[in-house]
Protein backbone atom coordinates (compact mmCIF):
# COMPACT_ATOMS: atom_id res chain seq x y z
CA UNK A 1 0.00 0.00 0.00
CA UNK A 2 1.42 3.34 -0.92
CA UNK A 3 2.35 6.07 1.43
CA UNK A 4 -0.19 9.17 2.42
CA UNK A 5 0.84 11.80 -0.50
CA UNK A 6 2.74 14.71 1.61
CA UNK A 7 1.54 18.10 -0.51
CA UNK A 8 5.30 19.29 -0.31
CA UNK A 9 6.05 16.09 -2.26
CA UNK A 10 4.87 17.58 -5.20
CA UNK A 11 5.60 19.03 -8.48
CA UNK A 12 5.55 21.97 -7.85
CA UNK A 13 6.06 21.80 -4.45
CA UNK A 14 2.48 21.86 -2.20
CA UNK A 15 0.42 21.83 -5.16
CA UNK A 16 -2.78 20.31 -5.13
CA UNK A 17 -5.25 19.39 -7.95
CA UNK A 18 -7.91 22.08 -7.47
CA UNK A 19 -12.31 21.00 -7.37
CA UNK A 20 -12.83 21.94 -11.20
CA UNK A 21 -9.88 22.07 -13.24
CA UNK A 22 -9.22 24.74 -15.44
CA UNK A 23 -6.06 25.26 -18.03
CA UNK A 24 -3.17 26.94 -17.07
CA UNK A 25 -1.59 28.63 -20.11
CA UNK A 26 1.51 29.05 -19.02
CA UNK A 27 1.99 25.03 -18.27
CA UNK A 28 2.03 23.76 -21.20
CA UNK A 29 5.88 22.85 -22.37
CA UNK A 30 6.41 22.88 -25.94
CA UNK A 31 3.03 22.65 -27.10
CA UNK A 32 1.23 24.96 -24.92
CA UNK A 33 0.34 27.56 -27.54
CA UNK A 34 -2.04 25.20 -29.47
CA UNK A 35 -3.35 22.62 -27.04
CA UNK A 36 -6.56 23.43 -25.83
CA UNK A 37 -9.37 21.87 -23.97
CA UNK A 38 -11.87 22.17 -26.79
CA UNK A 39 -12.70 21.23 -29.95
CA UNK A 40 -13.61 22.76 -33.27
CA UNK A 41 -12.18 25.32 -35.58
CA UNK A 42 -10.16 28.40 -34.43
CA UNK A 43 -10.32 30.22 -37.95
CA UNK A 44 -11.44 29.81 -41.74
CA UNK A 45 -9.35 28.24 -44.05
CA UNK A 46 -10.12 26.44 -47.25
CA UNK A 47 -7.99 23.42 -47.93
CA UNK A 48 -6.34 22.88 -50.86
CA UNK A 49 -6.97 20.02 -53.84
CA UNK A 50 -4.72 19.10 -55.89
CA UNK A 51 -4.94 16.52 -59.40
CA UNK A 52 -4.48 13.25 -57.75
CA UNK A 53 -7.53 10.95 -56.62
CA UNK A 54 -6.18 10.66 -52.87
CA UNK A 55 -5.54 14.49 -50.80
CA UNK A 56 -3.66 13.93 -47.74
CA UNK A 57 -2.92 16.41 -45.15
CA UNK A 58 -0.22 15.57 -43.46
CA UNK A 59 3.11 16.23 -41.51
CA UNK A 60 6.52 13.95 -41.44
CA UNK A 61 5.64 12.37 -37.76
CA UNK A 62 5.43 9.02 -37.37
CA UNK A 63 1.19 9.21 -37.29
CA UNK A 64 1.48 11.02 -40.56
CA UNK A 65 4.79 8.87 -42.40
CA UNK A 66 2.91 5.19 -41.82
CA UNK A 67 -0.13 6.53 -44.68
CA UNK A 68 2.41 8.41 -46.74
CA UNK A 69 4.77 4.81 -46.76
CA UNK A 70 1.80 2.92 -47.71
CA UNK A 71 0.99 5.11 -50.44
CA UNK A 72 4.67 4.78 -51.90
CA UNK A 73 4.57 1.26 -51.32
CA UNK A 74 1.04 1.19 -53.24
CA UNK A 75 2.48 3.09 -56.29
CA UNK A 76 5.47 0.70 -55.96
CA UNK A 77 3.36 -1.97 -56.25
CA UNK A 78 2.17 -0.56 -59.23
CA UNK A 79 -1.18 0.64 -57.99
CA UNK A 80 -1.37 3.67 -59.93
CA UNK A 81 -4.59 4.43 -58.43
CA UNK A 82 -2.91 5.60 -55.45
CA UNK A 83 -1.42 8.82 -56.61
CA UNK A 84 -1.91 11.43 -54.25
CA UNK A 85 -0.84 14.94 -53.15
CA UNK A 86 0.40 15.58 -49.44
CA UNK A 87 -0.37 18.73 -48.52
CA UNK A 88 1.88 19.48 -45.37
CA UNK A 89 -0.13 20.44 -42.29
CA UNK A 90 2.03 23.05 -39.65
CA UNK A 91 0.56 21.69 -36.34
CA UNK A 92 2.71 24.10 -34.66
CA UNK A 93 0.73 27.52 -36.55
CA UNK A 94 -2.61 25.52 -35.95
CA UNK A 95 -3.73 24.70 -39.19
CA UNK A 96 -5.08 21.51 -37.89
CA UNK A 97 -7.64 24.40 -35.98
CA UNK A 98 -8.87 25.71 -39.90
CA UNK A 99 -12.30 24.92 -40.28
CA UNK A 100 -11.11 23.42 -44.14
CA UNK A 101 -9.23 20.30 -41.61
CA UNK A 102 -12.14 19.91 -38.82
CA UNK A 103 -14.39 19.32 -41.78
CA UNK A 104 -12.25 16.21 -42.55
CA UNK A 105 -11.48 15.60 -38.63
CA UNK A 106 -13.07 16.97 -36.41
CA UNK A 107 -10.38 15.71 -33.66
CA UNK A 108 -8.24 17.68 -35.36
CA UNK A 109 -5.39 15.82 -35.63
CA UNK A 110 -2.95 14.87 -38.45
CA UNK A 111 -2.99 12.69 -40.85
CA UNK A 112 -6.41 13.36 -42.73
CA UNK A 113 -7.06 12.11 -46.19
CA UNK A 114 -9.81 12.77 -48.46
CA UNK A 115 -10.73 10.07 -51.54
CA UNK A 116 -11.97 12.12 -55.00
CA UNK A 117 -12.11 8.35 -56.31
CA UNK A 118 -15.64 7.99 -54.86
CA UNK A 119 -18.99 10.28 -55.18
CA UNK A 120 -19.43 12.00 -52.78
CA UNK A 121 -15.57 11.99 -51.96
CA UNK A 122 -15.01 9.85 -48.93
CA UNK A 123 -13.38 11.80 -45.80
CA UNK A 124 -10.72 9.33 -43.31
CA UNK A 125 -9.39 10.38 -40.11
CA UNK A 126 -6.85 8.38 -37.87
CA UNK A 127 -3.94 6.64 -39.34
CA UNK A 128 -4.90 3.01 -38.56
CA UNK A 129 -8.37 4.04 -40.54
CA UNK A 130 -6.76 5.02 -43.52
CA UNK A 131 -4.22 2.50 -43.74
CA UNK A 132 -7.14 -0.13 -43.04
CA UNK A 133 -9.02 1.58 -45.90
CA UNK A 134 -6.51 2.03 -48.57
CA UNK A 135 -5.46 -1.56 -47.90
CA UNK A 136 -8.83 -2.78 -48.77
CA UNK A 137 -9.54 -0.31 -51.31
CA UNK A 138 -6.47 -1.90 -53.55
CA UNK A 139 -6.54 -5.21 -51.97
CA UNK A 140 -2.84 -4.89 -50.85
CA UNK A 141 -0.98 -5.11 -47.60
CA UNK A 142 -4.01 -6.70 -45.84
CA UNK A 143 -4.10 -10.55 -46.07
CA UNK A 144 -6.92 -12.02 -47.60
CA UNK A 145 -6.09 -15.62 -45.21
CA UNK A 146 -8.21 -15.49 -42.09
CA UNK A 147 -5.31 -16.11 -39.45
CA UNK A 148 -2.82 -13.52 -41.30
CA UNK A 149 -5.08 -10.94 -41.65
CA UNK A 150 -6.16 -11.04 -37.96
CA UNK A 151 -2.86 -11.13 -37.13
CA UNK A 152 -2.15 -8.01 -38.86
CA UNK A 153 -5.07 -6.18 -37.17
CA UNK A 154 -4.03 -7.23 -34.32
CA UNK A 155 -0.78 -5.87 -34.90
CA UNK A 156 -2.21 -2.62 -36.25
CA UNK A 157 -4.67 -1.85 -33.34
CA UNK A 158 -1.85 -2.88 -30.80
CA UNK A 159 0.42 0.14 -32.55
CA UNK A 160 -2.93 2.12 -32.21
CA UNK A 161 -3.24 1.81 -28.53
CA UNK A 162 0.25 1.59 -27.33
CA UNK A 163 2.21 4.20 -29.04
CA UNK A 164 0.65 7.21 -27.16
CA UNK A 165 2.54 6.07 -24.36
CA UNK A 166 5.71 6.36 -26.07
CA UNK A 167 5.02 9.98 -27.61
CA UNK A 168 2.26 12.03 -25.57
CA UNK A 169 4.04 9.66 -22.40
CA UNK A 170 7.42 8.62 -22.47
CA UNK A 171 8.31 11.36 -25.57
CA UNK A 172 6.45 14.37 -23.72
CA UNK A 173 7.95 14.23 -20.18
CA UNK A 174 11.72 12.69 -21.28
CA UNK A 175 11.99 15.25 -24.31
CA UNK A 176 8.98 18.17 -23.99
CA UNK A 177 8.08 18.95 -20.52
CA UNK A 178 8.80 22.27 -19.54
CA UNK A 179 10.59 20.36 -16.04
CA UNK A 180 12.03 16.84 -15.89
CA UNK A 181 9.52 14.94 -13.03
CA UNK A 182 11.44 11.38 -12.10
CA UNK A 183 8.22 9.96 -11.48
CA UNK A 184 6.86 10.32 -14.93
CA UNK A 185 9.78 9.95 -17.01
CA UNK A 186 10.60 6.55 -14.89
CA UNK A 187 6.43 5.66 -15.58
CA UNK A 188 6.92 5.74 -19.54
CA UNK A 189 10.33 4.86 -19.55
CA UNK A 190 8.92 1.47 -17.76
CA UNK A 191 5.85 1.34 -20.69
CA UNK A 192 8.11 1.95 -23.14
CA UNK A 193 10.22 -0.97 -22.93
CA UNK A 194 7.87 -3.27 -22.28
CA UNK A 195 6.21 -2.52 -25.50
CA UNK A 196 10.13 -2.45 -27.13
CA UNK A 197 10.47 -6.26 -25.37
CA UNK A 198 6.75 -7.21 -26.91
CA UNK A 199 8.12 -6.44 -30.39
CA UNK A 200 12.06 -8.02 -29.74
CA UNK A 201 10.21 -11.05 -28.37
CA UNK A 202 7.61 -11.69 -30.83
CA UNK A 203 10.12 -11.11 -33.97
CA UNK A 204 12.49 -13.47 -32.82
CA UNK A 205 10.54 -16.07 -34.13
CA UNK A 206 8.34 -13.60 -36.89
CA UNK A 207 9.90 -12.16 -39.80
CA UNK A 208 7.31 -9.86 -39.88
CA UNK A 209 4.43 -8.78 -37.45
CA UNK A 210 1.87 -10.62 -39.41
CA UNK A 211 4.05 -14.08 -39.96
CA UNK A 212 6.22 -13.87 -43.11
CA UNK A 213 4.07 -11.32 -44.88
CA UNK A 214 5.03 -7.17 -45.09
CA UNK A 215 1.53 -5.62 -44.14
CA UNK A 216 0.12 -2.46 -43.07
CA UNK A 217 0.88 -3.75 -39.49
CA UNK A 218 4.68 -3.31 -40.13
CA UNK A 219 4.22 -0.08 -41.61
CA UNK A 220 2.04 1.23 -38.95
CA UNK A 221 4.67 0.37 -36.05
CA UNK A 222 7.83 1.02 -38.08
CA UNK A 223 7.77 5.25 -37.13
CA UNK A 224 7.01 4.73 -33.58
CA UNK A 225 9.42 2.08 -32.75
CA UNK A 226 11.53 1.92 -35.96
CA UNK A 227 11.93 5.82 -34.56
CA UNK A 228 13.27 4.76 -31.61
CA UNK A 229 15.78 2.83 -32.39
CA UNK A 230 16.72 5.73 -35.04
CA UNK A 231 17.07 7.82 -32.07
CA UNK A 232 14.39 10.10 -31.75
CA UNK A 233 13.49 11.50 -28.47
CA UNK A 234 17.57 11.30 -28.02
CA UNK A 235 16.78 8.33 -26.04
CA UNK A 236 18.15 5.51 -27.64
CA UNK A 237 21.08 5.08 -25.24
CA UNK A 238 18.72 5.84 -22.16
CA UNK A 239 16.36 3.21 -23.25
CA UNK A 240 18.93 0.87 -24.18
CA UNK A 241 17.72 0.16 -27.66
CA UNK A 242 20.65 -2.09 -28.76
CA UNK A 243 19.38 -4.90 -26.35
CA UNK A 244 16.18 -5.39 -28.20
CA UNK A 245 18.63 -7.33 -31.17
CA UNK A 246 15.24 -8.77 -32.96
CA UNK A 247 13.42 -5.77 -33.10
CA UNK A 248 17.20 -3.63 -34.40
CA UNK A 249 16.95 -6.53 -37.76
CA UNK A 250 13.30 -5.52 -38.25
CA UNK A 251 14.05 -2.34 -38.18
CA UNK A 252 16.47 -2.28 -40.63
CA UNK A 253 14.93 -4.52 -42.90
CA UNK A 254 11.76 -2.01 -42.96
CA UNK A 255 13.86 0.91 -43.81
CA UNK A 256 16.18 -0.60 -46.39
CA UNK A 257 12.83 -1.17 -48.40
CA UNK A 258 13.53 1.90 -51.35
CA UNK A 259 9.30 2.63 -50.77
CA UNK A 260 9.59 2.87 -47.32
CA UNK A 261 12.23 5.84 -47.69
CA UNK A 262 10.45 8.06 -49.88
CA UNK A 263 7.15 7.66 -47.57
CA UNK A 264 9.10 9.02 -44.82
CA UNK A 265 10.32 12.23 -46.52
CA UNK A 266 7.28 13.34 -47.23
CA UNK A 267 5.98 16.68 -45.53
CA UNK A 268 8.94 17.01 -43.81
CA UNK A 269 11.89 19.50 -43.34
CA UNK A 270 14.37 17.11 -41.97
CA UNK A 271 14.24 14.07 -42.52
CA UNK A 272 17.82 12.06 -42.37
CA UNK A 273 19.48 10.73 -44.10
CA UNK A 274 17.50 11.24 -47.09
CA UNK A 275 16.03 14.74 -48.53
CA UNK A 276 13.22 15.96 -47.26
CA UNK A 277 10.06 17.08 -49.33
CA UNK A 278 7.44 19.44 -47.40
CA UNK A 279 5.03 18.72 -49.88
CA UNK A 280 4.97 15.60 -52.35
CA UNK A 281 2.25 16.31 -55.02
CA UNK A 282 4.06 14.10 -58.20
CA UNK A 283 6.67 11.22 -57.81
CA UNK A 284 9.11 13.47 -59.25
CA UNK A 285 9.53 15.07 -56.33
CA UNK A 286 11.17 12.83 -54.14
CA UNK A 287 13.47 11.68 -56.72
CA UNK A 288 17.14 12.66 -55.88
Not at 197 to 208: F, I, W
Not at 262 to 270: E, K, M, S
Request: no cysteine.
Amino acid sequence: MSKVNDPADNVPAGYEPPAVWSQDGANGGAFASINRPVSGSTHEATLPVGRHPLQLYSLGTPNGQKVTILLEELLAAGHTGAEYDAWRIDIGAGQQFSSGFVAINPNSKIPALVDHSTSPPTALFESGSILFYLAEKFGAFLPTEHYRRAATINWLMWQMGSAPFVGGGFGHFYAYAPIRIKYAIDRYAMETKRQLHVLDTHLASHEYLAGDTYTIADMAVWPWYGGLVQGIYSARTFLGVDDYRHLLRWEAQIGERPAVRRGARVNRTQAPPDRPVAERHDAKDLDP
